[in-house]
């Protein structure tokens, strides 16, 4: 009786001993994701923003298929300046990018543009929308 006691208790300690272990690594691995995040923070650079090098690569990688290469959905085409440009002045990019209320999410098939990127086209906005 005594020898099976000891078995259940020896097997007891061993799944406490493996649960704790598991509960460390995990929160160490945690904490060291944590850490590499802060020593290496993420930064987006919105200075010297320019149309053709910063801004229409967002506008190909996710607003092309609706808006540019000569398709002009909803009468919005992102790939010619003049039409870009009376999206910018309307209001309707900076609103419809970000999401606020009252305009047309977009992208429209669900995804916002990450922060970063919103933030490269209203940098651009704020410099006067050049044509460069």
Request: aromatic share 6%; net charge neutral; proline share 4%.
């Given at each position: 009786?005594k020898?099976f006691f000891k078995r259940?208790?020896w ?11 598991v509960a ?8 060291e ?5 802060q020593?290496?923070?993420?930064t ?8 053709s ?26 790939d010619v300046?003049?039409?870009?440009l009376?999206?910018v002045?309307?209001?309707n ?20 543009l ?14 006067g929308?050049?044509n460069?």
């Open positions: 009786m020898r259940r208790t097997l007891l300690y061993s799944i406490i001993g493996l649960s704790t272990a460390i690594d995990s929160c160490s691995k945690q904490s994701d944590v850490l590499i995040a020593q290496h923070p993420v987006c650079d919105t200075t010297n923003i320019k149309l090098v910063n801004v229409m690569p967002i506008f190909k990688a996710n607003c092309y298929r609706c808006h540019g290469n000569g398709v002009v959905t909803g009468g919005v085409s992102l300046y003049s039409s870009l009376a999206q002045n309307n209001g990019l900076i609103g419809d990018i970000t999401h606020a209320p009252g305009h047309v999410n977009m992208p429209f098939d669900g995804g916002k990450s922060d970063c990127e919103i933030a490269i086209i209203q940098a651009w906005i704020n410099t929308a050049p460069n």
